[in-house]
């Protein structure tokens, strides 16, 4: 079940609406196909699991790629909630700078815009920074836990304790950026959370950290049983802080099938058809309106020589 916290947004003055996406290929975001895949196989995992019941939760929407994922997966009484600072002006300038450089396109509306062309209706929006989550959210009531908002560490650090607030004791929380080169701050803030506050990997990827603050062992043993039918994943089991946790990487997977849009693309006008070629007749008539009679006779008499 899915609840709207505030109306789409529908300001007179605002920009023109961005153009409808026509197939999940065109919103823009960073979800690759191997993270698809994974989130396929926790998600469902999870709803093939009558007692992993519990909503959903994103920190950090941009354009809401992954969310259009995401909602894919909610069962009936379950709650999809996502909180971004979309366009409302950033709380620090630190923040602000961050926004500014690299999420310049983010907008609210962009963000409506391309969820709803999926899904009937909008999910519970958070329009905040993701520090008010601890307390709009109900503590121990997410199942699963997307954090993918601001990469300075200090709200890193919040949004890792809001995690472990309003996740079930079993709930998959999963980090993204953990390891870029351009955001250091998040390799620092996950890493001591597994070095010294309970958080505990379930398995990487390139990209993403999939963790729990329950035991991870249920999910890495069910993880690794399907990894082995698998040719298009490689994957092998570290040792990290005393525990083990699974590498994933990419050997060629096909991302499972994309969302589909709620209308279907609108195919191109047809072509205008194509005038049919004059006849010898029409040639003919035209030859003896325009052309000199010496070149009209010229032109009939090199025809009857080729027909004979």
């Known amino acids: 079940m899915q609840h709207v916290s505030q109306a789409p947004v ?8 961005p153009p409808e996406p026509r197939a999940f290929s ?35 929407a941009f354009l809401g790629k992954s969310a259009i994922f995401l909602a894919g997966y909610l069962r009936e009484g379950e709650e999809f909630t996502v909180c971004d600072l979309f366009d409302t002006p950033a709380p620090d300038d630190f923040n602000l700078a961050e926004m500014r450089d690299s999420y310049p396109t983010l907008t609210r509306r962009g963000f409506e815009t391309n969820y709803l062309a999926f899904h009937p209706s ?16 109900r503590p121990g009531s997410c199942r699963f836990v997307h954090v993918d908002a601001s ?27 953990y390891r870029a080169a351009h955001c250091p701050g998040v390799a620092a803030a996950v890493w001591a959370a597994v070095a010294g506050e309970g958080l505990r990997v379930i398995a990487v990827s390139a990209s993403k950290l999939y963790a729990t603050w329950g035991d991870p062992v249920p999910h890495q043993s069910a993880l690794l049983a399907w990894l082995e039918g698998r040719t298009d994943l490689w994957h092998g089991v570290d040792v990290v802080a005393g525990h083990p946790l699974v590498r994933i990487g990419d050997e060629g997977v096909v991302a499972p099938p994309a969302p589909k ?9 047809a072509a205008a058809p194509r005038p049919a ?32």
């Open 10 to 17: 529908t300001t007179p003055d605002a920009e023109p609406a």
């Open 26 to 60: 065109e919103v823009k975001g960073w979800f690759s196909a191997y993270d698809q895949t994974l989130f396929d196989w926790f998600l469902n995992r999870q709803n093939d699991t009558p007692e992993a019941s519990g909503d959903i939760l994103e920190l950090g």
């Open 122 to 137: 909008l999910p519970t929006v958070i329009q905040a920074p993701t520090s008010v989550v601890a307390d709009r959210v």
């Open 151 to 177: 990469h300075l560490h200090e709200h890193v650090v919040q949004d890792i304790a809001s995690s472990r607030l309003v996740a079930t004791p079993d709930a998959v929380v999963v980090f993204d950026d």
């Open 261 to 269: 849009p709620l209308r279907p693309p609108v195919a191109a006008p």
């Open 277 to 308: 070629p004059a006849t010898p007749v029409r040639w003919r008539r035209l030859a003896k309106d325009l052309l000199p009679p010496l070149l009209t006779r010229a032109i009939v008499a090199r025809r009857r020589r080729r027909r004979g």
